[in-house]
Each structure stands twice: as C-alpha cells, then as structure tokens.
C-alpha cells in the first residue's frame, strides 16, 4: 500500500449509503473516512487527501466539515469535491493510467480567539439550582451562514420565549444554551460542563437540536433503561405534532460532556431526509429553512423541557 500511495493524491470516494432509511446513519459511515482519512493517507506518505463530499445527492456542491490532524506531523492538504466531480474524476482514473490534478486551496489557519457560549434562562421557582438545558450551537462552516445547523439556537430561544408567552412558571430552572465551537472540537460544551460556574447547579437533563429545522419525528435519549421510561411516559404529548417515539440513543456533541456529571442527554431528531444535501455547503442558508418546521421543532423541545422541569426524571 504504501509504495502505491508514496508521493500521490489520495481520493476517497465512497458514496453514502443510500439504502438507509437514516441518512444520518449513512453519514456518520462515512463521517470518519473524512475525519480521520488524510492522517491514514499522510502515514502512508500520501501528498494530498480529497474526498467525495458526504451527501446522497448528485451535484456540485463541496460539503465542509471537521478533519482531524496530529499534534506531531505536519498535515497534508485535505479537501473535499462534489459528488458529481467525483464521478468524473473515478472515471477519468478508470480509463487513463496516468491522471494528473491540480488543487489549489486558499484556506488557512487563524490563531485562537476568546468567544462565548450565549446563555439565557427562565429561573426555576422551587428548585432553581436543578438546570434543564435546551440546546444548539452557533458556529457552523465559512461557506454560508449555516441556517439549519444553527436551528437549534432558534429552538431553544424559542423554548424560553414560549413558556413565558404561555405565562409558565417552570419549578426547575430552564436554561436556553448557544454553545459556542462545535465543529472544531466542541470546546464550548466542554469549558461549560467543566467551568467553576456548575458548582452548586444540578443538570437533570440536556436537550440538543443540531440536525437542522425540520419536521420533529422523536427524540432519542442516552440514559439507563430506568429514566428512558421516565422520559417514554410523556409520549403521548407529542403524539398530536407527529412524533410517534422516544427511544434510547444519542444525546448531541454539545451536551456529551455533562454526562459524566450524571445528565441525561436528549437529542431532538428531526426527518433529516433533506438535511444531507445541504450540511456544511453553501446553501444552508435562511431561505432553505422552513418557518412552520421549524415552530414544530420549537414546540417539541418547549413540551420536553417544561415537563421534565415540572416533573424531573
Ligand atoms: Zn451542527
């Protein structure tokens, strides 16, 4: 192998699995060939790694996202084409012996800065120091103002500003989070988590919305089987919007880090039949989200998050 890619261009170019009814489960497939494939072609003395762009659609749309690198070597160029330049470029390999490319990429990077988590909160009337976090986050990728990975930001100031219409007094404490950094390395849910200001507050539970606006199909939460039927026993408030399960699984990158202090995390999951063919491109722009989705994604958190402060787990 490493004779064969010593001095060349690695290309991936596994397409996403179409067959799935989860377009998530497809893309977290292939989520690590992007994350960690041009540290494996870079071992191997590879010169560039490019990869077809994660979407099942057939376009000209480059899809960003996160690549790690080693602390210890020096990265290689890394980047991603459309699924359509793919094809071209797998059959032009497929019929010449000697293909030659050209990249030509502009990106660098920038020093740290110090940013923020944006926070606000409805201060629980009987036990203000148990928290019910909602959740998305606010950083996305440069090629556009990533309106649908950002729509879990609307969310949760939509829960908040929700139970305050309905004149609501939540006994614990609803906190509203717009981590700040998920998409290179999550350092905003983890400094919160962390941070000496926890001290003293109790997390019962954290939900994040982070696969865009779309239609609420369920939630999936990453607890044991006893508070998963805590949770389970409120189905039927949802069963008019829709949304017909909650069932064991993952919470969200986000609120990952405050499991460990014991959190239950929930993930809202939308139908993200769409959400592929727009993630991290150019086009997940405001005109691509559609307002009455996304009021039915605001409503399913503001159910969740109400309860679960009047109720806990
Ligand atoms: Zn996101």
């Given at each position: 192998?490493?004779?064969?890619?010593?001095?060349?261009?690695?290309?991936?170019?596994?397409?996403?699995?179409?067959?799935?009814?989860?377009?998530?489960?497809?893309?977290?497939?292939?989520?690590?060939?992007?994350?960690?494939?041009?540290?494996?072609?870079?071992?191997?003395?590879?010169?560039?790694?490019?990869?077809?762009?994660?979407?099942?659609?057939?376009?000209?749309?480059?899809?960003?996202?996160?690549?790690?690198?080693?602390?210890?070597?020096?990265?290689?160029?890394?980047?991603?084409?459309?699924?359509?330049?793919?094809?071209?470029?797998?059959?032009?390999?497929?019929?010449?012996?000697?293909?030659?490319?050209?990249?030509?990429?502009?990106?660098?990077?920038?020093?740290d800065i110090t940013s923020y988590n944006?926070?606000?909160?409805?201060?629980?009337?009987?036990?203000?120091?148990?928290?019910?976090?909602?959740?998305?986050?606010l950083d996305?990728?440069?090629?556009?103002?990533?309106?649908?990975?950002?729509?879990?930001?609307?969310?949760?100031?939509?829960?908040?500003?929700?139970?305050?219409?309905?004149?609501?007094?939540?006994?614990?404490?609803?906190?509203?989070?717009?981590?700040m950094n998920?998409?290179?390395?999550?350092s905003g849910?983890?400094?919160?988590?962390?941070?000496?200001?926890?001290?003293?507050?109790?997390?019962?539970?954290?939900?994040?919305?982070?696969?865009?606006?779309?239609?609420?199909?369920?939630?999936?939460?990453?607890?044991?089987?006893?508070?998963?039927?805590?949770?389970?026993?409120?189905?039927?408030?949802?069963?008019?919007?829709?949304?017909?399960?909650?069932?064991?699984?993952?919470?969200?990158?986000?609120?990952?880090?405050?499991?460990?202090?014991?959190?239950?995390?929930?993930?809202?999951?939308?139908?993200?039949?769409?959400?592929?063919?727009?993630?991290?491109?150019?086009?997940?722009?405001?005109?691509?989200?559609?307002?009455?989705?996304?009021?039915?994604?605001?409503?399913?958190?503001?159910?969740?998050?109400?309860?679960?402060?009047?109720?806990?787990?």
């Amino acid at each position: 192998m490493k004779d064969k890619v010593k001095g060349k261009i690695v290309f991936m170019n596994k397409p996403m699995e179409r067959t799935y009814k989860l377009t998530l489960r497809a893309y977290f497939e292939n989520a690590g060939l992007r994350y960690r494939g041009s540290i494996e072609a870079a071992q191997l003395g590879a010169v560039a790694f490019l990869l077809r762009s994660l979407t099942t659609r057939d376009n000209d749309l480059c899809h960003t996202g996160g690549t790690a690198r080693r602390d210890d070597a020096d990265p290689i160029p890394a980047g991603s084409i459309s699924t359509k330049d793919a094809d071209l470029l797998s059959a032009l390999l497929k019929k010449e012996s000697n293909v030659n490319l050209f990249l030509k990429f502009n990106c660098k990077f920038l020093t740290d800065i110090t940013s923020y988590n944006v926070i606000g909160q409805i201060t629980g009337t009987e036990k203000p120091d148990e928290i019910i976090v909602v959740a998305g986050h606010l950083d996305s990728w440069d090629v556009s103002v990533g309106a649908h990975d950002g729509a879990g930001c609307v969310h949760s100031i939509e829960v908040l500003r929700l139970i305050k219409e309905a004149g609501l007094k939540p006994k614990r404490t609803i906190r509203a989070i717009m981590f700040m950094n998920e998409e290179w390395g999550g350092s905003g849910g983890k400094e919160y988590a962390q941070s000496e200001n926890r001290k003293g507050e109790t997390h019962i539970a954290a939900i994040e919305s982070d696969l865009g606006g779309f239609m609420p199909l369920g939630f999936t939460v990453k607890a044991n089987e006893t508070q998963v039927a805590s949770i389970q026993k409120w189905q039927y408030l949802f069963e008019d919007l829709g949304m017909h399960w909650i069932k064991p699984g993952w919470g969200g990158t986000d609120i990952e880090s405050l499991e460990e202090y014991g959190t239950v995390t929930i993930g809202l999951i939308p139908d993200t039949q769409k959400y592929f063919d727009i993630h991290h491109t150019k086009i997940d722009v405001l005109e691509q989200v559609n307002p009455r989705e996304l009021e039915f994604g605001a409503i399913a958190m503001t159910i969740l998050s109400y309860v679960l402060a009047q109720e806990g787990i």
